[in-house]
Every structure is written in C-alpha cells, then in structure tokens.
C-alpha cells in the first residue's frame, strides 16, 4: 500500500531534499511540498495525503497551528513533526496536537522513513531525547494503583485491615486474635466491606481488593490460586 505525503519546510533546500529522500523510497509517493500552512491545509483537503512531515516554522500560520487546524479535519492526516526544537514546550504542545511522531532536524534518513511507515500505521515515533526525557518524568511520577471501585474509597481503616489479613488466607478466629477484637466484630466487619463492595463472598471480596489497591504490595499476588481458595474455603 502507498503512502501518500505531504512535505512542509520553511526553507526550500530541506522540503526539497526530503522530497529527494523520500522519492526513492518503494511505497512512498511525495504528493506535493510547501513552505506556507496555509497552502498546506489545501493541500491536505484536495490531495488526501497520509502523512504530513512538517516543520514548525512556516509561512502564514505556524506549523503548530497547521497541526491544531488539520485535526480538526473530518478525515485528518497523520503527521511527523520535523524540527530543531526538543524544548519542553514544544513537545507538550505538538504531542498534545496529536502528532503521532516527533524528530530532530539530526534525524537519520532511515529514521524519517521509519517513522512515517510508523506515523501511516497510526503509531508513535519519539526522538531519543524526547523519549528519554518523557522516561524520566514519569519515572518521578507516583505511582497509583488501580481503583475498580467506587465504595473502596468508603473503607475504614479498621476494615481495610480485616480485608488484608482475609487476603493472607486468615480464618476470621485469627484475624479476632490479631487485632484484639471478637469474632462477631470481625464477621461485622467483613459483612460491611462486601456491602459496600458490592461482592457475594470472601474470595470475590479478595480480587477485587487486589484489583482496588486495598492490599498492601508486601502480600500475596493477585490471582495466587492458594490463597483464593483458602480464602472460599473460609467464606462460609
């Protein structure tokens, strides 16, 4: 299948060249290359391309702006952002645009090739420094479990510790030795936690705890088949 694409570049000698690149290239037919945003959007409604490689800096409106415009489109196309530019700003503005690629003017041929076979395909093509750099923001991130239910929110502290000694398999006498606390409570307890879960039994109370982040990373993993069925064993 042949690709059809767009070319935008400020200056003539790199639409040019890329156009030189890209021409060689089995499956890749370079339907027109431009220097103004405005022209490019024209472009786009009438030739249909694929991929749009584009620079930010334009003429008339900025490459940016094109980007935002095109999105807008009913049937938009996808596009490799081709730029000097990896400053914060500027990557959280193109990829918000929704670019699916993002590179460096260093970029290799073989990388600009790769990424709009990538960008064609509806996937992400990131420069090594901007890849590097999402990496590590997220790595600062804290990390959140998972919430697959609104009533865990409503535990108690008391009952989110019933829920994790159910989890390691605790026979409701143990978890009353445990925490000091009768029998009778600890059944109050648990019956409470699968009223507002919304769960049938312990070992359906436990999955989903699991699954809610209710138990604590230092306990059995989620779906351990002998702790479930320890658990159902117990539910009666």
């Not at 042949?2 to 037919?29: F, K, N, Q, S």
């Not at 829920?163 to 978890?175: D, L």
């Not at 019956?191 to 999955?207: F, H, P, Q």
């Amino acid at each position: 299948m042949t690709i059809r694409v767009l070319i935008c570049d400020e200056l003539p000698v790199i639409g040019d060249g890329l156009r030189t690149l890209l021409d060689a290239v089995p499956g890749i037919d370079v339907i027109g290359t431009t220097d103004n945003g405005m022209e490019a959007i024209v472009l786009v409604r009438t030739a249909r391309p694929d991929v749009v490689v584009t620079d930010l800096n334009l003429r008339t409106i900025s490459g940016l702006e094109m980007i935002r415009r095109l999105a807008k489109e009913e049937t938009p196309p996808n596009v490799v952002v081709f730029t000097e530019s990896d400053a914060d700003k500027t990557v959280s503005d193109v990829l918000h645009a929704g670019v699916s690629c993002l590179l460096g003017k260093d970029a290799r041929p073989q990388e600009i090739i790769t990424a709009i076979h990538a960008a064609a395909a509806g996937q992400t093509v990131l420069a090594p420094s901007v890849a590097q750099r999402l990496v590590s923001w997220f790595r600062t991130q804290p990390h959140r479990q998972e919430t697959v239910h609104p009533g865990a929110d409503e535990l108690t502290t008391r009952e989110r510790e019933v829920v994790r000694m159910v989890a390691r398999g605790m026979s409701t006498e143990e978890v009353a030795r445990e925490l000091y606390i009768g029998e009778a409570t600890v059944r109050t307890h648990v019956y409470r936690v699968r009223t507002k879960l919304g769960v049938r039994d312990r070992a359906e109370l436990v999955s989903l705890a699991y699954r809610a982040g209710l138990i604590q990373s230092d306990g059995p993993a989620f779906g351990d088949e002998r702790v479930l069925s320890t658990v159902a064993a117990r539910s009666r």
